[in-house]
């Protein structure tokens, strides 16, 4: 199985920005649909943001008009644009990497970055 690897996460005041980076091999990349879930401790993990089939994006209410998922493919790399941070956004946050293949789905954790945001 190979590892995302995340980074970007901080402690930001309310209302701050901060971008989430998630870079991944060039195979996995290119056949796998990207996502970004957290996890608050005590808290299920849930999904944020995530790229769909069609080439769309999808977001939780929580967090439309906040924060954004974008793609670098040259870099092989997803990002998560988070801006006028709440604490209750305040987690741990993992990029995902979904791969239908001809055997099964196939998914991919990284290890998590941590986003705390202060009141």
């Known amino acids: 199985q190979v590892q995302l690897v995340e980074s970007g996460g901080g402690l930001v005041q309310a209302g701050g920005s901060l971008r989430l980076s998630c870079a991944a091999s060039?195979?996995?990349?290119?056949?796998?649909?990207m996502g970004w879930y957290r996890q608050a401790p005590g808290k299920e993990r849930e999904l944020v943001a995530a790229?769909?089939?069609?080439?769309?994006?999808n977001y939780i209410d929580s967090v439309k008009g906040r924060f954004t998922i974008s793609r670098d493919n040259a870099k092989n790399t997803v990002y998560l644009q988070m801006n006028g941070l709440k604490p209750e956004d305040t987690a741990l946050y993992y990029c995902?990497?979904?791969?239908?293949?001809?055997?099964?789905?196939?998914?991919?954790w990284g290890q998590g970055t941590q986003v705390t945001v202060s009141s």
């Open positions: 995902n990497a979904r791969e239908q293949r001809r055997t099964g789905v196939y998914t991919y």
């Open positions: 060039g195979s996995i990349f290119s056949r796998s649909l």
């Open positions: 790229f769909t089939s069609g080439g769309s994006t």
